[in-house]
């Protein structure tokens, strides 16, 4: 595996990753939710075509919307936003909060994206507020699935993570080293000690998850300072806020120099009790904060530059 070492955030552009669907939100919480392939597909596009460079992918059954790791699923939707855009696949790792390592891995197996996602520990991951006992539910797995979620732990111990690694590195995928508290920088600067994931890191900070660290600048701050200590300029940061943490928190990532996610995977809403229609309503929005503070939106070959990718 080779990478061009670049310092991180030599160019000033700011790099906006577009989580479209996740699996996490349920098709009754929005009915902006992309759910089939072709509405993946055309979200996906739009998104790209409004700034997003990065588009980070999960599937979800077209019927239901559960999520699930079927490749006949995904290959109706990536090579069309593939041929529909210049945006940067970057296809999770993490897929749903029950399935198997080897069917998370599935997906970014078959179609060896530029980017994948590498969930840097084990969490507590819960949602379960979620389930509310009065809402009126479209499909009967959705109350269940986020109901038990105040049991269950999102798994991603070092073995998990060193499959990973094994499986990608040959195929020439590189990582968005998703990482929920500061431990986890801890677990991805291990990795980087064995010599086996290589620099410009591209690690992305995610605030609010119940489970993980909280949604507050000061957190941010102490990310960024404990990454500048183990990994000097090697890295690339991105910040995720969940829910109503999205656009406040990736605010102070712009201000402080950093990257950002949106998308409905993280998000619902564009403004208070508002549902985003769609996502790119959101890249729009972000991109106009950066522009608003001076900066430029890197595109899908800057940032390929910037992160070392293979390319198509
Ligand atoms: N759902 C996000 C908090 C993954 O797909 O690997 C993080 C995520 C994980 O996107
Ligand atoms: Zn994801």
New binding site residues.
């Given amino acids: 595996m080779t990478a061009k070492k670049i310092p991180a955030q030599k160019s000033k552009k700011v790099i906006i990753s577009c989580?479209i669907t996740?699996?996490?939100h349920t098709p009754s919480m929005s009915p902006y939710l992309p759910v089939t392939p072709d509405q993946i597909a055309e979200q996906s596009v739009q998104a790209a075509r409004v700034g997003a460079a990065i588009i980070?992918l999960?599937a979800r059954k077209p019927t239901t919307g559960e999520p699930t790791s079927d490749n006949t699923i995904f290959s109706q939707f990536i090579p069309r936003i593939e041929q529909d855009c210049d945006a940067i696949i970057n296809i999770?790792?993490?897929?749903g909060l029950s399935m198997s390592l080897d069917d998370r891995l599935n997906a970014a197996q078959k179609f060896q994206p530029e980017l994948c996602?590498?969930?840097m520990g084990s969490i507590n991951f819960d949602v379960s507020r979620a389930a509310k006992p009065d809402a009126h539910w479209k499909n009967s797995w959705e109350q269940l699935f986020l109901k038990q979620t105040d049991n269950m732990v999102f798994k991603n111990t070092f073995r998990d993570i060193a499959y990973i690694i094994d499986k990608m590195n040959p195929l020439g995928t590189r990582f968005e080293y998703?990482c929920?508290d500061v431990g986890h920088l801890y677990n991805l600067a291990h990795f980087a000690e064995q010599g086996i994931i290589k620099p410009p890191y591209f690690i992305?900070f995610?605030f609010g998850?119940m489970g993980g660290i909280g949604a507050d600048t000061q957190n941010m701050d102490f990310m960024k300072q404990t990454a500048d200590k183990l990994f000097g300029k090697d890295y690339i940061w991105s910040v995720?806020g969940?829910g109503r943490h999205q656009f406040p928190m990736a605010e102070h990532a712009i201000q402080m120099g950093g990257n950002v996610r949106v998308g409905l995977?993280?998000n619902l809403y564009i403004a208070k009790d508002q549902l985003a229609k769609n996502n790119a309503e959101q890249v729009l929005a972000i991109r106009k904060m950066i522009e608003q503070k001076g900066l430029q939106v890197a595109g899908p070959d800057e940032t390929r530059d910037m992160l070392g990718l293979k390319g198509r």
């Fill in positions: 989580a996740g699996s996490i980070h999960h999770s790792t993490g897929g996602s590498l969930n998703e929920y992305q995610i998850v995720l969940a995977e993280d």
